[in-house]
Every structure is written in structure tokens, then in C-alpha cells.
């Protein structure tokens, strides 16, 4: 359902609607007469003028929603893998938000017959921090295409901005990993002081267990317990995504270098492989579950995660003027989570 707030006209989105099927033109003159506005003798450039400017025609609503729709279609249609290994949030402004992390007590004191019990010291936690920024573009919708009824034109770029935001937060997600962050305390996201780091090497049955283990054996904030975590999904350049699959299904040890047939340990250790072009080395990474242990989150402002429109009537174009914008950040909130090779 489509609605004018000047005028509180409705249109429904079905085979009744009164629009369907009209090109610019036609929606222009028919959302004139639809206000009172009489149409003849108008020239083309006149009406589409009007149409535009007069503040009781539906021409404007009817084409923002048709841009929206597009938009959004374009956003919801194009290809991520960003969401399979980070986490998704949300942030409430643009200020710096604080992520926590908590501590925990350690094991219990013994007591001697008659003792005392011991205080025990509540521990810290650790803090990351994740701002969010905007990206965005304009396009325009001339008079002219309207005249010439180019609407493919105009839905066609509509699309394209949906795609191109969708595109950057995978661009974004992808070039801060490569990045290797810096913590809160001062070391990268990826360090051999947090135990995440394995020496480069392919992946196989002996690489990709390591890096399990390596996992497996991270301690919580207040290093007193294991955190146990188990791979979910592995991630890597195109180089390495047919080895993955191979490992992740395969009955026995596929190095076949001495022809026997080993049993592979790591047969169906992780639900997901990842490979995308936008890795263009030779690394490799296990992530645990980002719902359980996140390491990079994706957040974005009030939990918008599609694309916001916004349109003003121009006055140096003779036009249209669409504004879209996406409102998000990307910040390292933990290392405990994943494990990189390279």
C-alpha cells in the first residue's frame, strides 16, 4: 500500500492499482488530475514540472516508493558471505559503543578444619569498542528521462545502489580481517600472545587439527577455565575452498602420499566453507560460531541493516535528486573466537 501524506490517497500494490502499467509520462498527468490539476495545453516539461512541485500530487510518493522498492530489492538480492563469520549488532548513534567481555572467579579455596573462608576478588573484564560511520551516494532523475519515459533507466540504477551497499559492507568486512586489527591491549586481532596464530601452511588433516586444538584450548577473560570452542566455519581465498570441502567430507586422510588409508580426524569439523576472491592470499581461518563466540561484529544504527532513501525535488538539477545511505561499523570484539593460518 502506497500513501500520499498530503493527500491520503492509497494505492495498493496489486491488479486493481490505477497506476499500473503507465509510463512517467502518464503517471505525471494522471497524478495531476488526481489533485485538480487540468493538464491541457501543458507541455511535456510543464507537466512533469507540476507534477513534481505541486504539493498535492501523488508523482513524487509514487516514484519514491518504486526507487525504494528497487533499492531494497537490489540490497536483499545480492550476494554476501560476510554474515556467515561475523556477528551482527546494533549501536543506538555514532559515538564509540562499548563491547564486554567478563571475567570469571577461580576454582574454589580448600578449607582446613575450623578455617576461615576467603574473600574472593571479583575479576575485570575486557572492553572493545565499535563506532558506526555512513556511506552513501546521490543519483538523479532528470525531466528529461521522465519525458522520454526511461523509467528501466531510473529503476535500473535504483538497483544498483542497492547492490553497491551491499557490496561495501562485504568489502568492508573483508578489508578490515585483512587488516588484522589492533585490540585493547595493544596487540593485533591475529598474535601469536593470543594464541590464535599458526605458521603459514595449506590446509590438511594435520594444519586444519592444529588450528582446532589451538581453539579448543582458549581460556575465558580471567584465564581460568577452557572455553572449549569447536570450528564452524573455515575461511579462505578460492585457493583453498575445494581442499576445505574435501577435508570436511572426506572418510579417510586424502594425502596420499604414503597410500594408506588413515582415518580423517577432521572429517565434518565445521559446517560452512567460505572461499571468496576478496581473499587474494594464502591465509586460512577457523571461526567458531559468531552467536557464541563473535570476533568481528558488523553493527549496524538501530539495528537498520538495509539501505535508508531519501528524495528532494533538486534545484540545480531539473529533477529528482536520491539519496541513499547505509549507517554501520565494524570492530574486533574478541580474538578468542577464531584461529588464522598465515
Excluded at 564486554?100 to 575485570?124: C, H, M, Q, W
Excluded at 596420499?256 to 580423517?264: S, V
Amino acid at each position: 500500500m502506497i500513501v500520499n501524506p498530503a493527500t491520503k490517497v492509497r494505492y495498493a500494490v496489486d491488479g486493481a492499482n490505477p497506476v499500473r502499467g503507465l509510463s512517467l509520462r502518464e503517471l505525471a498527468r494522471h497524478c495531476l488530475e488526481r489533485a485538480g490539476v487540468r493538464t491541457d495545453g501543458l507541455s511535456a516539461l510543464e507537466m512533469v514540472g507540476r507534477a513534481f512541485t505541486q504539493s498535492t500530487s501523488d508523482f513524487p510518493v509514487l516514484l519514491e516508493a518504486a526507487m525504494h522498492k528497487s533499492l531494497q530489492s537490489g540490497y536483499a538480492v545480492a550476494a554476501d558471505s560476510w554474515r556467515r563469520w561475523c556477528a551482527v549488532g546494533t549501536v543506538s548513534d555514532f559515538r564509540a559503543h562499548n563491547r564486554y567481555r567478563v571475567g570469571s572467579l577461580g576454582n574454589l579455596d580448600a578449607l582446613n578444619e575450623l578455617g576461615e573462608f576467603k574473600n574472593k576478588t571479583i575479576p575485570d573484564g575486557e572492553k572493545a569498542t565499535i563506532t558506526a560511520g555512513t556511506k552513501g551516494n546521490i543519483i538523479n532523475l532528470s525531466r528529461q528521462a521522465i519525458i522520454n519515459d526511461d523509467l528501466g533507466a531510473f529503476i535500473g540504477a535504483a538497483s544498483m545502489l542497492g547492490r553497491a551497499a551491499a557490496r561495501t559492507v562485504e568489502a568492508d568486512a573483508y578489508a578490515y580481517l585483512a587488516s588484522n586489527p589492533t585490540m585493547s591491549d595493544g596487540k593485533a586481532l591475529f598474535h601469536a600472545d593470543h594464541g590464535n596464530l599458526d605458521t603459514a601452511g595449506a590446509p590438511t588433516v594435520t594444519t586444519v587439527d592444529a588450528a582446532r586444538v589451538k581453539l579448543a584450548s582458549q581460556k575465558d577473560v580471567s584465564g581460568n577455565d577452557f572455553l572449549d570452542l569447536r570450528p564452524a566455519v573455515f575461511l579462505s581465498g578460492l585457493v583453498y575452498g575445494s581442499t576445505a570441502r574435501v577435508l570436511n567430507t572426506a572418510q579417510y586422510d586424502p594425502d596420499t602420499a604414503n597410500k594408506l588409508q588413515k582415518p580423517n580426524v577432521v572429517a565434518g569439523l565445521f559446517r560452512d566453507v567460505v572461499d571468496t576472491a576478496r581473499i587474494t592470499d594464502t591465509t586460512w581461518y577457523l571461526f567458531a560460531d559468531p552467536g557464541e563466540a563473535p570476533v568481528i561484529e558488523v553493527a549496524f544504527l538501530e539495528g537498520n541493516d538495509m539501505p535508508f532513501l531519501d528524495q528532494e525535488d533538486g534545484f540545480t538539477v531539473d529533477g529528482s535528486r536520491w539519496k541513499a545511505r547505509l549507517d554501520f561499523g565494524i570492530g574486533a570484539i574478541d580474538y578468542r573466537g577464531a584461529v588464522r593460518n598465515g
